[in-house]
């Protein structure tokens, strides 16, 4: 529990609700409701063990605060989640009624629990242990299995690391939804070009059998694609894009639209979330490193990367 005051508000209330719901009580002291609720609040805080904080504000000492609100009578509840108010109630409600209020805002354990386990397999990836890491995402989908981020890295890992058939078995929640996420079908074109990278005879003999065939029909858009897909299964995402781009220039409706989707879809694996930007800097989402002119650029090397491929992609669609 945290007594607020304004000049803690913004550490102690907005910044804490980024990655803890923050339930601001406000109360004071001659008001008998608030003294029974009070003692409800704190014991969920307990029960709920840091699942949300409470925070409770005098509002005969803070005005100001109370006024921001706009609180008009006691108790009044408001809850704060990303620094910004998504809930409240007003009035002594029992701890049930309360409890129902949380639960539709405050993660649940599993959910708790699934976080730990995305950030221990971020650290693990990062110290290059991916099947320590594949092992604690598989731990947060156990957990939680609507956890989308889990579920994104832990296919995209699978895919990187070649246990495709475990990859397929992940995507078929979210590829069967509607409508599908675009970065879950980025993913499934991913592995659709790893696995027919396996089942082929592929390499770099295979890559110049295909651009003596390119070289001698600008045209032959099967071989360009068939090109581009093992360009995506070995990480080399630009010059992937770049084949593909060259497919879109000439002919955009080719087999309903396929070489923009799958550009589409290799921007989309290489935009990191914004939570994991800093992250993934200058890497692809198969931890590809991004060198060159870019790396040397003021700004975050793979966004730049992104956007010129965006930029490309449009010029050539209009």
Request: glycine share 6%; charged share 25%; with cysteine.
């Amino acid at each position: 529990m945290i007594e607020v005051t304004l000049q803690n508000f913004e550490s102690e209330v907005i910044a804490a609700s980024m990655h803890t719901p923050v339930l601001l009580d406000f109360w004071a002291a001659w008001c008998g409701p608030c003294q029974s609720l009070g003692p409800v609040l704190e014991q969920l805080e307990d029960e709920y063990a840091g699942r949300f904080v409470l925070a409770k504000v005098d509002s005969d000492r803070q005005q100001q605060l109370a006024a921001a609100f706009g609180i008009r009578s006691l108790p009044t509840c408001i809850l704060l989640k990303g620094g910004q108010p998504v809930d409240g109630f007003t009035g002594a409600l029992p701890a049930g009624q309360v409890r129902q209020f949380l639960d539709k805002h405050v993660p649940s354990e599993g959910a708790v629990a699934a976080e730990g386990s995305v950030q221990e397999a971020d650290a693990l990836l990062e110290s290059g242990d991916p099947a320590a890491a594949l092992a604690k995402l598989a731990d947060a989908l156990a957990q939680d299995p609507a956890n989308d981020e889990a579920r994104f890295d832990y296919v995209r890992l699978l895919i990187a690391t070649g246990r495709l058939d475990e990859a397929g078995a992940a995507l078929q929640e979210p590829l069967a939804r509607e409508p599908r996420p675009l970065r879950f079908d980025a993913l499934h074109h991913w592995l659709q070009a790893a696995r027919a990278a396996k089942a082929g005879d592929w390499g770099q003999w295979k890559l110049a059998e295909l651009d003596a065939a390119i070289a001698q029909d600008k045209r032959n858009f099967t071989a360009r694609y068939q090109k581009a897909q093992i360009l995506m299964a070995e990480g080399v995402w630009t010059q992937a894009m770049d084949e593909l781009l060259e497919i879109i220039l000439r002919d955009r409706q080719w087999e309903g639209d396929l070489a923009r989707k799958t550009y589409v879809a290799i921007l989309e694996l290489l935009t990191p979330a914004p939570d994991k930007a800093k992250a993934h800097e200058g890497k692809s989402a198969g931890g590809i490193e991004l060198t060159g002119k870019a790396a040397a650029a003021q700004q975050d090397p793979q966004a730049e990367l992104v956007s010129r491929y965006r930029r490309k992609l449009s010029m050539a669609l209009n």
